[in-house]
């Protein structure tokens, strides 16, 4: 940063320093020689004007250069500058001059009073600090003047500033994000003929999602995601009002419930407003209260209080702004919530219904008894009444299912006797995976219907439940079971005389010919199908027929 002064002789701009040899090459290109005019083509008065026109110019030209030469060499012995700054005398090493106006401040100064207005996000008032001069400052000298963290500081906040001074500019409020989006704003007629309500409008106007971090946030507030049925003041003035601890809604006295004397004993029964739901909720939440202040968000008269879910104090990897991970429609601390054993909270009333909706499908499925995280089993005391008879169930039909592998001789299968398999040394879980059970309509108890891989066929279509009847119950059978049950007894296959292998959606016996194309045969009219083959006395081919237990036959004497 030096001095700049222009050349008399051609007007460049030049360093100080180097002015009288630049003065001393333009007085040098004017003495180059010139050709010779042949005589009589210039009048003598005129040529004679011109030669003192000439001398009087290198004579201005001489007198500037000793000027300059006078200049720098008073420069060079005394190199104290004054900066209108501070005031203060100082070096000319320790000036910094400035490019579009040459004038010059201490460096320390400048530095100073640049960084103070870039931290006060002023970048568009960087001018020159001389009295009178409003020059800016440059790109340049700024690049020159300040540490690459200080220039990466004024680039972000000129830049902060632009947008903030731009009523058509907002820049993304997230953290090491710094987007900047154009903002096309609907104007009130428009607004006015879409027939929108303020908080409409204001979602129009002032919604965004980041194109770079996909970031939803308000364009007047920066709040990070953007307050959804709510304008800015509205949202402000709801976060400072009290509000139902089910529903959200905002308390005001005419929607605040009514407590009774022993409710207001308990500040967590206060605040609620008086839609029905909200009022059935707090009348099974827990009244208690914890320690850290918050309430509790259990059962009421639960042994143990389910723990703080606020985010400031939960130690859980859920809390109360989390959905449940059952309905994924309010967060836990809506409603009443329940800790399983496995560690997982869910609205209490979203896991009783799990469990109480049982399967969906015709076939017996026990999945409903799983923890929707972790499939672990569910367990809470809470839910005691309705486990109990489901978990019944399930030791019944894993106990004909082991009896049916055993009957099978499918103990040893490859699933359950390699290391690494899915079911390795775990033939229950093997069996129940395998078989297929289904629940008697007439006595509510279960029973085989063939295998799981062979219901597949079935889908999820609908099913009578009417249809659903165990061998036992069945006007087939007739009601002659023997003392091995209904579990092994066999039928003929429903489409021919062969002994059927197949037992299929729960009302159908197939033979493993017919089974190959049970879905032909389940279309085929009755009397399309093939007619008696085995000479027996049977219903006709079409209709189910038992043939007695598999058991009694293996029995000597009695079959």
Not at 207 to 225: K, M, N, Q, V, Y
Not at 268 to 289: A, H, I, M, P
Request: net charge negative; hydrophobic share 30%; charged share 30%.
């Amino acid at each position: 940063n030096s001095r700049m002064e222009a050349c008399p002789v051609c007007g460049k701009l030049q360093i100080l320093e180097d002015i009288v040899e630049h003065v001393n090459q333009c007085l040098n290109a004017l003495e180059e020689p010139v050709q010779d005019v042949p005589v009589g083509d210039y009048d003598d008065d005129k040529r004679r004007e011109e030669e003192e026109n000439d001398r009087l110019f290198r004579e201005f030209l001489e007198k500037e250069k000793a000027e300059l030469e006078q200049k720098r060499n008073n420069q060079e012995a005394s190199s104290n500058f004054n900066c209108s700054l501070c005031s203060k005398i100082t070096t000319f090493e320790k000036m910094f001059f400035l490019d579009e106006c040459t004038h010059a401040f201490c460096r320390v100064c400048l530095h100073t009073k640049v960084m103070q207005l870039v931290k006060l996000k002023q970048c568009s008032n960087l001018q020159c600090f001389e009295i009178g001069c409003s020059r800016p400052i440059s790109v340049v000298d700024l690049k020159s003047l300040l540490r690459p963290d200080e220039f990466e500081e004024y680039n972000t906040n000129a830049l902060t500033e632009l947008i903030t001074n731009a009523d058509n500019l907002i820049s993304c409020p997230q953290e090491n994000c710094n987007a900047v989006i154009e903002r096309l704003s609907l104007s009130v007629s428009m607004a006015e003929k879409k027939g929108l309500s303020p908080v409409e409008l204001h979602k129009e106007q002032c919604r965004f999602r980041c194109r770079d971090c996909e970031t939803e946030f308000c364009a007047e507030c920066g709040l990070i995601p953007y307050h959804e049925g709510f304008t800015c003041a509205s949202y402000k003035d709801y976060q400072t009002s009290k509000h139902c601890r089910f529903c959200g809604d905002q308390l005001s006295p005419k929607n605040k419930a009514v407590a009774s004397l022993e409710e207001m004993k308990h500040p967590g029964l206060l605040d609620v407003c008086n839609k029905s739901e909200c009022l059935e909720l707090r009348n099974r939440v827990c009244q208690k209260t914890h320690k850290c202040g918050h309430h509790c968000g259990g059962l009421r008269n639960e042994k143990q209080c389910l723990p703080c879910l606020d985010q400031k104090c939960s130690k859980e990897n859920q809390s109360a702004e989390d959905f449940c991970p059952i309905c994924w429609v309010d967060a836990i601390g809506s409603a009443p919530s329940v800790k399983l054993e496995c560690g997982h909270i869910f609205h209490h009333l979203c896991i009783k219904n799990q469990v109480e909706g049982k399967w969906g499908s015709a076939n017996i499925a026990f999945t409903f008894l799983e923890c929707p995280l972790c499939h672990a089993e569910i367990r809470h005391e809470s839910l005691k009444e309705v486990l109990d008879p489901m978990y019944e169930l399930y030791n019944a039909v894993k106990d004909r299912a082991c009896k049916r592998l055993k009957y099978m001789n499918e103990e040893n299968a490859k699933e359950i006797t390699e290391k690494g398999g899915m079911f390795y040394q775990n033939p229950e879980k093997y069996a129940l995976k395998r078989y297929c059970y289904y629940l008697c309509f007439k006595c509510k108890k279960p029973y085989y219907g063939g295998e799981r891989a062979c219901n597949a066929e079935q889908r999820a279509e609908k099913y009578n439940p009417e249809e659903l009847v165990c061998g036992s119950c069945s006007g087939v059978a007739k009601g002659d079971v023997c003392k091995h049950g209904s579990d092994f007894i066999e039928w003929k296959c429903r489409f021919c005389c062969s002994v059927a292998c197949w037992f299929c959606w729960g009302t159908t016996h197939f033979c493993d010919t017919c089974h190959k194309k049970a879905s032909a045969m389940a279309k085929t009219p009755k009397d399309k199908l093939p007619p008696c083959t085995c000479g027996n006395k049977h219903p006709p081919n079409g209709d189910e027929h038992c043939l007695g237990c598999s058991m009694c036959k293996l029995e000597p004497g009695d079959f």
